[in-house]
């Protein structure tokens, strides 16, 4: 695609992490996507990122419609430079694309005693409470937060009840979705796995009003507005699609996807001993806290991720047959020879 | 209580504004429990509140035991000055107390061009996804946008499904809550609204792990670490409880209540004319967007609260009785003359 080898390189780490994490929707599963999107000359393979406005904490990036995957973790990079010198940075991106896992940039804070943030926003798959109309993406956000001896808290979830790699998990199975995942096209309520493909939408996190689906429509609103207003990105139901087929929205008003970054200096609030020692024991204390009847164990944000990476990292990662199909043809279309560890 | 006429005013602004945007719970009607918690030599009416620590865009602040009411808008002011300087400004808070409604705080950011962001720990009354132990306050979330010539942005909620005040409006009406809001003791699915005072919990934002609980505990979580643990406040099920006649939680591992603040200057991102447009389009394309069947539009975060304040400010304020009654009690207690408009 024109990438440079270090990018290549950046990309296919990024892709991994995922898989590795065990979020298989955003993994190795998602390149054919990437592929078409740049043979649909919506992604740039060698872009000239750049920074367009920046203060002591914060900065505005244009990706040059790059990867998502090599956007990202430049502008997270940026955040952290900031961070070392101002004690924060806080970076927008606008004219990116699809990034993989929140998780994986908000991440790459942690080895610098820093917590790590990061969002993006998507294509519109989700109605408002009260709406009919799609009108944001599953608009993830991630936060990692280092501790001592523990592993560190990550949190990394779309602002839906449920993400859209669940639905697909359904649909191969031809079962119905939990009521309260999506609605239909007249914006009724449905329990209906490829509701998507009939003009549904996603449900904010809450599901309904009464259940606050009001609070995840705020938070996927202040994902698209910090990653798309603050940027000059596209933003709301004019966000560009991800696959390739879909045609881009009219009359856009920005450029591109929009993410958002920000990087915390432990040490700019408390020395950095004193954090990782509540940490551990925040950490520790929540671990054990008495489970509900059924449960093993009360569990913390990345437990169930690290879990999947120790397994896959010893048994590997499985991929169904479609998408190894999907990588010979991709491997066989850019002349690459495919790697005969997959099958 | 103590405290000099300008921090009580500034009490009294606070508790107004969550009266007058229709946020009973948070109003006049707690001022009773702050006099308790005074009485009860828990908050100081006179506090040397202090910078700690501090770098060019974050600062954390020791409240000295003060009024969280009075405390938070001393620290949210730092956010705004660092902002001012370094383009954002972050600031976290110790030894404090409940800080009435956060989208007040955030609100400050708003007549500075600058994006408000306020949350806060709470004593623990939410059960995490799979525990039967009450671990997290309700921390609720504000962020304040500003817009052009359509009004702000502003979200503020609870990371719980339900907030405790929708709880006890139901008890007061001897009705059920609707399944998903709380859990009984044994940690099993309740609809008992008295659930809180027979050891039940609120669930947080998502209601159980198949509607996406765990997203809501981590947000929960993630208030409860930014505003506790990055301050040196007490976190988790040792955040002090607000009801004075509770004791105060045994080996707590920090001081007091804690906060955050966040301001970001918008011309540290964008020129404000630029965010200001794009805001306007964005607020009204979400307002444009189709209803759903049985509803008559679309909301932005913050048109209900502003559509209550517009009715109380030329109706007043509805005061229950018994709220009338401890307010009576407040004031002959501390020998203020009672105001002949409320009645």
């Known amino acids: 695609m024109g990438c440079s080898d270090t990018d290549a390189a950046l990309a296919a780490t990024v892709l991994l992490s995922a898989d590795m994490r065990g979020i298989d929707s955003h993994g190795v599963a998602r390149l054919s996507g990437y592929v078409r999107l740049w043979e649909a000359q919506r992604i740039n393979g060698s872009p000239a990122i750049k920074i367009v406005h920046e203060s002591p904490s914060t900065a505005v990036i244009d990706g040059d419609a790059g990867l998502g995957l090599v956007v990202a973790p430049f502008a997270m990079d940026i955040a952290i430079r900031k961070a ?24 790459m804070a942690l080895e610098h005693d820093m917590i790590g943030i990061a969002m993006t926003n998507a294509s519109a798959l989700v109605a408002p409470t009260f709406s009919v109309e799609k009108m944001l993406g599953t608009n993830p956000i991630a936060v990692a937060i280092p501790a001592g001896t523990q592993p560190p808290f990550v949190a990394d979830f779309a602002t839906t009840t449920a993400a859209n ?13 939990p009521p309260g995942w999506v609605q239909d096209k007249e914006g009724a309520a449905s329990t209906d796995a490829n509701v998507l493909k009939k003009q549904g939408a996603l449900l904010p996190l809450g599901s309904d009003r009464e259940h606050g689906s009001h609070k995840g429509y705020a938070l996927g609103s202040i994902v698209d507005i910090f990653s798309a207003v603050l940027s000059g990105a ?18 856009m008003p920005g450029q591109g996807l929009g993410h958002f970054f920000g990087a915390m200096r432990i040490d700019a609030f408390r ?11 925040w950490i520790t204390r929540f671990r054990n806290a008495t489970p509900a009847p059924g449960n093993d164990r009360v569990l913390i944000p990345g437990d169930p991720e690290r879990e999947m990476e120790t397994i896959r990292t010893t048994e590997g990662i499985p991929v169904v047959s479609s998408v190894v199909d999907e990588l010979k043809n991709v491997a066989e279309k850019m002349g690459v020879k495919f790697a005969d560890t997959i099958r």
């Open 84 to 107: 070392q010198i101002a004690g924060t940075g806080w970076v927008s991106v606008r004219n990116s694309n699809h990034f993989g896992i929140a998780g994986y940039h908000a991440m």
């Open 165 to 177: 790699g669940k639905l697909e998990i359904l649909q191969r199975k031809n079962e119905p979705a």
């Open 234 to 251: 596209s933003y709301g139901p004019w966000a560009p699609p991800f696959p390739a087929y879909v045609p881009m929205p009219e009359n």
């Open 271 to 281: 020395t950095g001993q004193e954090f990782k020692d509540n940490m551990d024991n």
